[in-house]
């Protein structure tokens, strides 16, 4: 049987917009996908919706089917986008309507039922399905199909399922899609964008990554690859940078199967082409994650400038000065920070000047509103020499709280909305397995001792980091077998912690994947309350690898 040719077109909402065109004329597709949902996307989509009850879906998605529809229709191309959020319905009607109005025969079918039952003071609530609902759309003919929330990989395992047959129980198929998923949803993270080793790169090649397409054969091996011509790069160490951006450790869990990503091989293929194969599943657990998001309160800022010398003093004096000014009536949460930006004997005004940031939360949206535009503006006059602030503090705005859940796969009822408008239940998966960490394997035999050079992490590991929720996650990987016997080695928790300060009092974990060469390491809780109540200056993490890649350690002489 032919490979299915999945190729993606967005990696969140906000991408870019035409890619969509790119990847439909670039070369053949079966099916093109669009990841359009984040954790932030559902808070965004549930006040769009509190606003107008029509809306709830992604409006790019829909402005990107008025060409989009039609350049699919030619080609062949099935549609498959999760880009219908909140309002899977509403969208799905939207696109009938567009279709009418160009003239076209587009079958259009939705995947619902990941909406949750309402609770107080959750915005929205929804279980992250798997990509059955995708097949039986596909299966019964439909041209575009979209989606509530299902996950990222749902939108390749789904057209996978549909393609070639597969049965619920085949989870070594199914795994190798959940991988290959995994590696298209964000676009192109996996064709040189993001990259940590960039440098290394043609810099004219990374002007315009292209989006990224994998060849899905039947036995669930994949080879991802992107469109002749298009910019960017597809070797080893994207697909495992991508790889390695939000997973945890060796099982990957999600609604369809559980993919050990201890097993996957990855291996160039020529150029821009990686094979992923090797791929083990396991029965998907007996529960879906699910995710709501609720208002935590209000939140405010301001960022204090302080220039030339005494930076440490300017910095008490006006956080004492604060202090005095909202002490009556204090907001719940006061939080500063202080960026040593500034440098000495600088040569602009903008390098020698250091930022402190003050950031209040509190229910109450007059105690991060007038109170503290008061306490920070009055001091105008009267505080540190050289007082300014980068932009004056408004009036305050609501924030958002993202929060991790499971709920029994039965109790959500998965269900394909057919494209002449037949409601088909979808089964709960025949067998179910409980999540368990995978034991640590034997590492490789440690390097003998020799002469070692203070440098940088990251001359020798890449690394990637997001969140998930209020944790994050760092994936830390090298490129040769002397590499890995170091850092597999080295790189323990204690000195990650010892790395990252900010880590220091958390719960870090160390997952170990050995055919990867690649760490991946969990720090429970930094990101707070998710990256909706921004409570912190990365509030995703994305930064966070990068940080721990300019660390300077000990490293082996030979190894630089």
């Known amino acids: 049987m032919n490979p299915l040719r999945i190729g993606n077109a967005s990696g969140f909402y906000g991408d ?24 932030l996307t559902m808070l965004i989509l549930g006040r769009d919706l509190l606003k107008d009850p029509s809306a709830g879906y992604a409006k790019t998605f829909l402005r990107q089917m008025e060409e989009g529809l039609g350049l699919a229709h030619e080609r062949g191309t099935r549609i498959v986008a999760n880009a219908g959020g909140l309002n899977p319905a509403g969208l799905a009607d939207a696109l009938r309507e567009l279709a009418a109005k160009l003239g076209l025969p587009t079958r259009v079918a939705h995947v619902e039922g990941d909406l949750l039952p309402s609770e107080p003071g959750v915005l929205t609530a929804n279980a992250y399905l798997g990509g059955a609902g995708i097949a039986a759309c596909l299966a019964a003919g439909a041209d575009v199909v979209v989606t509530g929330r299902v996950t990222d990989a749902a939108l390749v395992t789904g057209p996978a399922q549909w393609h070639f047959g597969w049965g619920p129980e085949e989870y070594d198929r199914l795994a190798g899609a959940v991988v290959a998923g995994h590696v298209l949803e964000c676009g192109t993270q996996a064709t040189g964008g993001n990259y940590a080793f960039f440098r290394e790169l043609d810099p004219k090649t990374l002007l315009r990554p292209g989006f990224p397409l994998a060849e899905l054969y039947e036995d669930g091996s994949a080879v991802v690859t992107k469109h002749p011509g298009t910019g960017g790069v597809v070797d080893v160490g994207t697909v495992t940078a991508q790889l390695l951006y939000e997973t945890g450790g060796a ?134 020499p050289g007082f300014h602030v980068t932009a004056p503090p408004g009036r305050g705005a609501p924030y958002g709280v993202f929060e991790t859940a499971y709920v029994p796969a039965g109790d959500v009822p998965h269900t394909a909305v057919l494209p002449d408008g037949t409601r088909a239940a979808i089964p709960v998966p025949p067998a179910a397995r409980v999540l368990e960490a995978v034991p640590e394997p034997a590492p490789p035999a440690p390097r003998p001792p020799g002469p070692t050079v203070r440098a940088p992490l990251g001359r020798i590991a890449g690394a990637r980091s997001g969140d998930k929720g209020g944790d994050a996650n760092v994936g830390v990987w090298v490129r040769t077998e ?72 000990d490293v082996p002489e030979d190894l630089l």
């Open 16 to 39: 870019r917009f035409t890619a969509v065109r790119e990847m439909l004329t670039g070369g053949r597709l079966d099916v093109l996908t669009g990841d359009y949902l984040a954790e």
């Open 251 to 384: 099982r990957y869990a999600g609604p369809d199967a559980t993919a050990r990503l201890d097993t996957v091989r990855l291996t160039q293929d020529g150029p821009d082409r990686v094979r992923i194969d090797g791929v083990r599943g396991e029965a998907p657990p007996p529960t879906l994650k699910a995710g709501r998001c609720r208002l935590g309160g209000h939140r405010n800022e301001v960022v204090f400038v302080l220039t030339g010398l005494d930076v440490e003093a300017k910095a008490a004096l006006v956080r004492e000065q604060v202090h005095e000014a909202l002490a009556k009536n204090p907001p719940a949460d006061v939080r500063w920070e202080l960026a040593r930006t500034d440098r000495a004997d600088a040569d602009t005004e903008e390098t020698a000047s250091a930022l402190l940031r003050l950031v209040v939360r509190d229910q109450d949206p007059e105690k991060v509103g007038r109170a503290l535009t008061g306490a920070a503006i009055e001091l105008a006059l009267a505080s540190y």
């Open 482 to 553: 002397a590499e890995w016997r170091w850092l597999v080695h080295t790189l323990t928790t204690d000195l990650f912690r010892a790395l990252l300060p900010e880590t220091a009092e958390l719960d870090v974990t160390r997952h170990v994947l050995p055919n990867l060469r690649a760490l991946n390491f969990t720090v429970t809780g930094i990101l707070g309350e998710g990256v909706a109540s921004q409570a912190r200056f990365d509030p995703q993490a994305k930064a966070l690898g990068e940080w721990l890649r300019s660390r300077h350690v």
